[in-house]
């Protein structure tokens, strides 16, 4: 028989349930194998030598050529998988082991020889034991992934499925009293605040990309968002997790109720493990002690949450293997964005088309040598310009004809204003080099044509990024959006300006990998750069003098309109003032305000005659003279 939706062939078995049941399929060979492979049922044949049956040369139905996760995982490929779940292959269960051979080898390996499992059952797809453990610590996952009591008894440690079946019926009439009980049958249900209403299990998913996933579980009548976690380091289908966690949720509800009760010296043979019928309800024995009778503590359980149960749960998938290709790697030597970076440090992303998987960054002062720096995890959203970019006012919205970016890789989207001014939408343009990036940030992301947007509505050069902005961004300037995907990397305060060594390549193989990419670089530190001044103007004084004035600006926690003033930023207040006629410096001081003449008598000095321009920056002690505004006079 075949299962099979679109087949008029299809059918169950006699007596099948329609679920799917691995257990049974290795049931099935184990017996065909020991039935056949006995000399009494399988003799020696008569005209040639050897057994009748040449179970050597037998094979089993069926293994598929395809491979395996691959099928059933490709669907596109294969329109057949969905038939595996309760199809024949023995592809990706062949490897499956029972549970009884896995815990009799973990008790093995702890020197525990005197045990039984013959009554437990169940089918371990994979097993992750991570650190040298005791044999009680390895068996807790399995027993409470598939319901196993295990107890000791005449000096045997046995193992047995909870299933609920086979209860011992007891008369309430013919129980014992106890002077420890206030009642013949002490009742008590647990508060039901006590009980987890959702429940999340984490397993590692077989029949994908084997990685860990979740499964979770909630009580449809209760309501809160206090969740439960827990993990099983083990490999088990969507379905098999899912009912593992129902299971859990349903006996913790139905555990609530326990009872506590004495049975007479003629139930001696009950034991902890053991169920029983009291009053109409079944019981698990949890504890006891014995004397000249048996005080019992039980837990009240449901045969049903152990019954097989079909659960429709849908599979993470499963991932094509993409070949390890070289990425684009860019470095980013920013400003600081948030005031909680590293200043110093530049900032690191790298794209590629397909996606890898994640990417190693090594560094190293040269090229041997080297120490793992970073891990990308994802890709960047990187693109290149298709229509220019003219310069525009900071602290003001740009309303000018939208940016047309291509990326490569991921997806822009738009945001409200108040969003945007709250730190959405964040990206930078820039030539490629580490220093040159405008910070900008955009309202309207508008998809024109496949992979590429119309980006309007933008705040220009933000994060005192307007310094460095130019007259225009050209056509093909590179665009990446500053999101998760990038990451600043370890850089020595003392490395600041050193040229380094650093590679890009797969984080599963090495820094030499055929595929890495090397770059070098150096990086000033642009998170220490004092902003451009603001509202630069000269006028004529008196006497021939120019007077100069301007507003100081900082590049730390400047937002704050509280303050009385903002924070300095530097260690203390000075600035870089140029006179130049045209290429020729005329005069070049220090000051430590936010103001300079230039006397007559200077001009006299400098032998000025004509139009001069005068700059202005800021000076940092850490980094130096930042971005100038310059005024014609």
């Known amino acids: 028989m075949f299962l099979d939706p679109k087949s008029s062939e299809s059918g169950l078995p006699h007596y099948s349930n329609g679920l799917r049941d691995d257990l049974l399929q290795l049931r ?45 995982g490709n669907s596109q490929l294969w329109s057949d998988g969905p038939n595996y779940d309760k199809g024949h292959w023995l592809n990706g269960r062949a490897s499956s082991e029972d549970l009884a051979a896995v815990i009799g080898e973990i008790c093995d390996a702890s020197a525990v ?39 000791e008894r005449d000096g045997v440690l046995r193992f047995k499925a909870r299933t609920g079946l086979g209860a011992q019926a007891l008369d309430a009439e013919r129980l014992a009293v106890s002077p ?90 009950i034991g902890v493990g053991d169920t029983v019928t009291l009053q109409g309800q079944l ?66 992303c790298v794209a590629a088309n397909p996606w890898p998987g994640p990417i190693a960054l090594w560094s190293s002062v040269a090229d041997d040598a080297y120490t793992l720096n970073r891990q990308l995890g994802q890709a960047a959203v990187l693109g290149v310009t298709e229509t220019a970019l003219a310069q525009a006012d900071p602290g003001r ?11 490569e890789s991921g997806a822009l989207q738009s945001a409200s204003a108040l969003a945007v001014l709250s730190g959405a939408n964040i990206a930078a343009i820039g030539d490629g080099s580490p220093e040159n990036w405008e910070v900008f940030q955009f309202t309207t992301a508008t998809l024109v044509a496949p992979k590429t947007y119309e980006l309007s509505m933008r705040l220009r050069g933000q994060a005192g990024s307007d310094g460095v902005q130019p007259a225009v961004w050209p056509v093909g300037s590179l665009f990446v959006l500053l999101d998760d995907a990038l990451q600043q990397i370890d850089l020595p305060l003392s490395a600041r300006g050193l040229q380094r060594f650093y590679r890009f390549g797969p984080a599963d193989l090495g820094y030499d990998a055929a595929n890495s990419v090397l770059q070098t670089a150096a990086f000033n530190g642009i998170g220490l750069r004092p902003y451009a001044v603001a509202h630069l103007t000269a006028r004529q004084a008196a006497g021939g003098d120019i007077a100069l004035h301007w507003v ?82």
């Open 28 to 72: 099935y060979y184990q017996a065909m194998h020991a039935y056949w492979t006995d000399p009494a049922n399988n003799p020696d044949a008569h005209l040639y030598a050897g057994r009748m049956l040449d179970f050597d040369s037998s094979l089993a139905w069926a293994w598929d050529a395809r491979p395996f996760p691959a099928f059933p």
């Open 113 to 151: 020889s005197a045990l039984d499992v013959s009554k437990v059952q169940g089918v371990v797809r994979g097993y992750s034991l991570g650190d040298v453990t005791s044999a009680r610590a390895a068996l807790q996952p399995l027993t409470l992934a598939y319901p196993t009591d295990v107890v």
């Open 180 to 269: 420890e009980l206030d009642a013949i049958i002490e009742r008590s249900r647990a508060a039901d605040a006590e009980t987890p209403a959702h429940l999340r299990l984490a397993f590692i998913e077989a029949e994908g990309d084997f990685g860990f996933t979740t499964a979770a579980a909630s009580f449809p009548d209760r309501s809160g968002d206090v969740v439960s976690q827990s993990e099983l380091p083990l490999v088990l289908t969507p379905a098999e997790a899912t009912v593992i966690a129902e299971r859990w949720m349903a006996e913790a509800r139905v555990s609530r109720d326990t009872a506590r009760f004495a049975l007479p010296r003629s139930k001696l043979a």
């Open 283 to 348: 019981y698990r024995v949890d504890r006891l002690e014995q004397s000249d009778l048996q005080l019992i503590e039980a837990m009240r359980i449901d045969s049903t949450v152990y019954e097989p149960a079909e659960v429709s749960v849908p599979s993470r998938g499963w991932s094509p293997y993409q070949a390890s290709v070289p990425v684009y790697p860019l470095f980013l030597d920013l400003p600081l964005l948030k005031g909680t970076e590293t200043e110093h440090a530049p900032h690191a």
């Open 397 to 407: 919205w740009d309303r000018g004809p939208a940016l047309r970016v291509r990326i």
């Open 552 to 633: 100081r600006r900082t590049r730390i926690d400047g937002d704050n309109w509280q303050s009385i003033e903002v924070p300095l930023g530097e260690d203390g207040e000075a600035y870089l003032v140029r006179v130049l006629q045209g290429t020729t410096l005329k005069r070049e001081v220090t000051v430590s305000a936010a103001s300079w003449t230039y006397t007559a008598a200077q001009q006299a000095a400098d032998t000025i005659t004509g139009p001069v321009a005068i700059s202005v920056a800021q000076l940092s002690q850490r980094f130096g003279a930042g971005p100038a505004r310059t005024v014609a006079v």
